[in-house]
């Protein structure tokens, strides 16, 4: 099992939509694809044709001791999800108090997942420092950080760093992070030249291309479904596809253990 954790300093910068259309791209590589929503807005799932009434998830299942298995189901694009579920305001202190008190409880619910060595899990959390982003960087192979190109975003790298710093980089397990920019605009000066201080400052670690702004994103949410399902030709379709090769690339060459103890060096 490799656990992919995407976060993000900032919100509404894409970190739900890049979990789903990643997920739909690494089954489509044939991969078996685990996609587990961390985030209370309980919204990853829309992605994959959930009702939108459907309260089931794994807050729900922690509470209720039951297993998360049975809050999967099966999504468009051979993707297994697991929503986050709908809780009320007491449930949802009850399920964040519980989860805080217990580091490992987010590795202990995947283990009962039955996962092999080769399945990918991709966790979906809310934006900056969070019981769900601590817990998935706690358990992650790779941390993929989610920018935009203007100053905000840039500004903000640090404080992503610093978590993962503290909480993923620490663990002989961990190989790397990288890092995608999402809604470019390339009409933009203003988003050239920021593109072009990432590149400089984050190396190979940035993914060489980026995801442009697609009208064709907003249209497939709208319709219940991932980009790869609604438009198979479109720039964010092909640009979903290079990105999850390069995630897969950067996953693979530190495969062995003598890799990830270089990539420590
Ligand atoms: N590449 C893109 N092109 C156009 N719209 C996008 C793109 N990526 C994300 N969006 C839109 O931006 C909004 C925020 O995306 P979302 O994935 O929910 O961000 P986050 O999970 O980081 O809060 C959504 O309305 C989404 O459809
Ligand atoms: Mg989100």
Not at 12 to 34: E, P
Not at 78 to 98: I, W
Not at 165 to 178: C, H, I, L, S, W
Not at 247 to 265: G, V
Request: net charge negative; proline share 4%; hydrophobic share 45%.
């Amino acid at each position: 099992m490799k656990v992919i954790a995407v976060v993000s300093a900032k919100g509404g910068v894409g970190k739900t939509t890049l979990a789903a259309n990643l997920a739909s791209v690494l089954a489509k590589m044939g991969r078996r694809v685990v996609v587990v929503d961390l985030d209370p807005q309980n919204a990853l799932r829309l992605h994959f044709g959930a009702r939108l009434d459907s309260i089931d998830g794994l807050s729900r299942a922690t509470l209720a001791g039951t297993s998360w298995r049975a809050a999967m189901f099966d999504g468009i694009d051979s993707v297994t999800v697991l929503p986050y579920g709908a809780l009320t305001e007491d449930d949802s202190r009850r399920f964040e108090g519980l989860i805080e008190r217990e580091p490992r409880w987010l590795g202990a619910s995947l283990a009962t997942l039955g996962l092999d060595r080769d399945d990918i899990v991709i966790v979906d959390t809310p934006p900056g420092s969070s019981v769900y982003a601590r817990g998935a960087l706690s358990v992650a192979h790779f941390a993929l950080n989610v920018v935009l190109a203007d100053a905000a975003s840039y500004a903000a790298i640090p404080l992503m760093e610093r978590m993962i710093d503290a909480y993923a980089a620490p663990r002989a397990g961990f190989v790397g992070t990288g890092y995608v920019v999402n809604q470019v605009d390339q009409s933009r000066q203003l988003a050239k030249d920021v593109l072009k201080v990432l590149r400089t400052m984050l190396g190979e670690r940035l993914f060489p291309g980026v995801i442009h702004l697609d009208q064709g994103v907003p249209e497939s949410l709208a319709c219940d479904t991932t980009v790869l399902h609604y438009d198979p030709l479109s720039q964010a379709t092909n640009d979903f596809r290079a990105c999850g090769a390069w995630l897969m690339s950067r996953l693979d060459a530190f495969d062995t253990p003598a890799a990830a103890s270089r990539s420590h060096a």
